[in-house]
């Protein structure tokens, strides 16, 4: 009886072992591009073979573009391993190009560490909101706008926002002209200031993606602004 159930008890502990590490990120860092030379590194948790992580991620984006800077997103990051958040910030401490580091609220353990560290070697800027971290440049956003913000940073704001809202999280598209060409082109015949047939309207173009999350888009604009101001002049 007593074999039995300490079998059957290593059973469900076994079974239990193997959900607990289902939910785990698989991916711990997600990278990509942005504005065409900023490099976008995504960290859900600091852990193991992090800075082995991060490296890969680097030189596969530098493979197909020339990097201006970095932004290590550790927005609603974790962990526990503070020997891999110093293997990371040494990581990045020894590089030269720009480096911005995005956190928040639910920014903890050892990703706050690991913002810290790299903030105090002057390895790069903090941006965002923080209890553990004090930022270099404090951007207010709300939790649940941050977490649409990640799985989209192009996203619009919602269609209830007001003008002035867009406009304090960044968003300028409020105050853009969006009147088509063939309207001006009507407007001028109306006037008689063009024949119909002096003009013809051409399709307008598509807008750029415009990045709305504030914090994100702030951090973007200081590696570009960085990246002309270091390059060398004739």
């Given at each position: 009886m007593t074999r039995r159930f300490f079998?059957?008890?290593?059973?469900?502990?076994?079974?239990?072992?193997?959900?607990?590490?289902?939910?785990?990120?698989?991916?711990?860092?997600?990278?990509?591009?942005?504005?065409?030379?900023?490099?976008?590194l995504r960290v859900g948790e600091v852990q193991k073979n992090l800075a082995d992580e991060i490296s890969a991620a680097e030189s596969t984006l530098t493979t197909t573009n020339k990097i201006a800077g970095t932004i290590l997103d550790l927005r609603f990051a974790e962990g526990d391993d503070l020997a891999a958040a110093k293997a990371t910030a040494d990581l990045f401490t020894a590089q030269k190009l720009p480096l911005a580091i995005l956190v928040n609220g639910e920014t903890h353990g050892a990703a706050a560490t690991l913002a810290t560290d790299l903030q105090e070697s002057r390895a790069g800027l903090v941006f965002g909101g923080s209890t553990e971290v004090k930022p270099d440049i404090a951007v207010a956003v709300k939790t649940d706008d941050e977490k649409k913000f990640l799985d989209n940073p192009y996203a619009p704001p919602a269609q209830?926002?007001?003008?002035?809202?867009?406009?304090t999280n960044g968003d300028l598209s409020t105050f853009i002209d969006h009147t088509s060409e063939a309207d001006l082109v009507r407007e001028k015949i109306k006037d008689g200031d063009e024949d119909e047939d002096s003009m013809p309207p051409r399709p307008a173009e598509p807008q750029k993606p415009y990045i709305h999350d504030p914090t994100l888009a702030r951090a973007v604009d200081l590696i570009k602004a960085l990246a002309v101001i270091r390059q060398p002049h004739a």
């Open positions: 079998s059957l008890l290593a059973s469900l502990l076994a079974v239990g072992g193997s959900l607990r590490a289902d939910t785990t990120n698989g991916t711990p860092v997600k990278s990509s591009i942005l504005e065409n030379n900023v490099a976008y209830g926002e007001t003008n002035a809202d867009a406009a």
